[in-house]
Nanobody
Framework: QVQLVESGGGLVQAGGSLRLSCAAS??????????MGWFRQAPGKEREFVAA????????YYADSVKGRFTISRDNAKNTVYLQMNSLKPEDTAVYYC????????????????WGQGTQVTVSS
């Protein structure tokens, strides 16, 4: 059984920072062989891509809306992926999900087969 567990969400003022973590576990799950991504979903909106990182961590991908403010990283020894979020804006308010990709595509939810339960991020103005 594969589990992805996010943590680190919360309430923060605009301009503040948060660091999300996603810990992966499972006997049959090889974290280091999976690209990992972060998505978010605001109320009434579709789930959208935020950031992704290749298996080795050598390549990163970001949505235009977060580029320059968010940083994705991973620690394969700890089976954990992170999302450092700086200069947060009220429009960043959403539930944030981490996911493991089974394909070489990063931007679409269909490319991911394992998902966490999500962590709420609320940015006040």
């Amino acid at each position: 059984q594969v589990q992805l567990v996010e943590s680190g969400g919360g309430l923060v003022q605009a301009g503040g920072s948060l660091r999300l973590s996603c810990a992966a576990s499972g006997r049959t799950f090889s974290f280091s062989s999976r690209a990992m991504g972060w998505f978010r979903q605001a109320p009434g909106k579709e789930r959208e891509f935020v950031a992704a990182m290749s298996r080795s961590g050598g390549n990163t991908y970001y949505a235009d809306s977060v580029k320059g403010r968010f940083t994705i990283s991973r620690d394969n020894a700890k089976n954990t992926v992170y999302l450092q979020m700086n200069s947060l804006k009220p429009e960043d308010t959403a539930v944030y999900y981490c996911a493991a990709s089974y394909s070489g595509s990063y931007y679409h939810t269909e490319s991911y087969d394992y998902w966490g339960q999500g962590t709420q991020v609320t940015v006040s103005s």
